[in-house]
């Protein structure tokens, strides 16, 4: 996945996790900053290295900060977790329901 996919990816994450930021592509990161003041930086540590790190930039001053300010993520589906915990979104407000567009059986509308 190439830095500029990962922006994407992740600011399709932040309307979906209700969270208002933005994402900035660089040439080997990809900040994360929302309105509530978290700025993150998330970077592959070696391009042929497997994995990414997220590091906690800015926190807001008015939370206490996570212990670790660097954390480790060997997927992407971990990088998605770490940063939607970091960057405050609630889990409630993030949910998916798919509904179906055929009608079901014995449905005569």
Same mark, same amino acid.
């Given at each position: ?7 994407? !990816? !992740? !600011?399709?994450? &932040?309307? &979906?996790? +209700? ?17 509530? +003041? ?6 592959? %540590?070696?391009?042929?290295?497997? +994995?990414?790190?997220?590091?906690? !930039?800015?926190? %807001?001053?008015?939370? %206490?900060?996570?212990? $670790? ?5 060997? #997927?992407?589906? #971990? &990088? ?14 993030? $949910?998916? #329901?798919?509904? #179906?567009?055929? %009608? &079901?059986? +014995?449905?005569?509308?």
């Amino acid at each position: 996945m190439t830095y500029a996919e990962l922006g994407d !990816l !992740l !600011l399709d994450s &932040l309307a &979906l996790w +209700g969270v208002i930021g933005r994402t900035i592509v660089g040439d080997d990161e990809v900040r994360v900053m929302t309105d509530t +003041g978290h700025d993150i930086a998330i970077r592959r %540590p070696d391009t042929a290295a497997r +994995g990414w790190s997220v590091e906690i !930039l800015k926190w %807001p001053a008015n939370d %206490p900060p996570p212990a $670790r300010l660097i954390r480790a993520c060997a #997927s992407v589906v #971990s &990088l998605l977790r770490t940063a939607r915990a970091l960057v405050g979104a609630k889990q409630a407000e993030a $949910r998916l #329901s798919f509904a #179906s567009e055929r %009608p &079901l059986a +014995g449905d005569t509308r």
